[in-house]
Every structure is written in structure tokens, then in C-alpha cells.
């Protein structure tokens, strides 16, 4: 059960309601079991075809570091690895003169 659902961060909220091709080519749910216990699978079925679908975003990832998809890690460790790229990024670049 998630304890702070109610504060969930914005990759909750935004991949809450997102998708994975199956090994048949179709497209399904994916979601934390907090939104599963609550969403009406039928009606959710027939919105599949809005949903963003996981692959798309992992494709992006891919095109900006082939790295950073060679391994899966839990969301609170991809947030913190995320933070910590891009405040080297930022720490790195040069300054305007």
C-alpha cells in the first residue's frame, strides 16, 4: 500500500496512467496498485490507444545516453540519479562571460 499516495510526485502522477506493448503487439495497462484498485478496467480498455506508452520514453532515453537503460532501478533511486545528472550538468557548464 502506498503510504503517500496522496503526495505522490509528478512521475507518479504522470506515468500513472501509461502502457507497454505485450509480446502479442497490444497495447496494456500499467500502473501503481493503488490507481489498479480504483480504475474501471473496461472504460480504461477502450482509452488504451491515449495512454503513453513506456517503450516511447525508454526510446527517448536511449537517443540522449545509451547508459542511463542499461539498468532498471525503483522510482525513488531513478528520481535521486536523476537530480544528481543533471545537477552535474549544470555545476559543469561554463558560465556566460
Not at 19 to 45: Q, W
Not at 51 to 74: E, G, H, K, V, W
Amino acid at each position: 500500500n502506498c503510504s503517500c499516495y496522496p503526495y505522490r510526485g509528478l512521475i507518479c502522477r504522470l506515468f500513472g496512467f501509461s502502457t507497454r506493448i505485450d509480446k502479442y503487439g497490444d497495447k496494456s495497462l500499467l500502473t501503481c496498485k493503488e490507481i489498479k484498485k480504483m480504475v474501471d478496467h473496461n472504460h480504461i480498455a477502450k482509452h488504451l490507444s491515449y495512454a503513453p506508452c513506456i517503450s516511447d520514453y525508454y526510446m527517448r532515453l536511449f537517443a540522449i545516453d545509451p547508459n542511463l537503460t542499461l539498468r532498471q532501478f525503483p522510482l525513488n533511486e531513478c528520481i535521486i540519479k536523476a537530480i544528481e545528472i543533471v545537477g552535474l550538468n549544470y555545476h559543469l557548464r561554463k558560465k556566460p562571460a
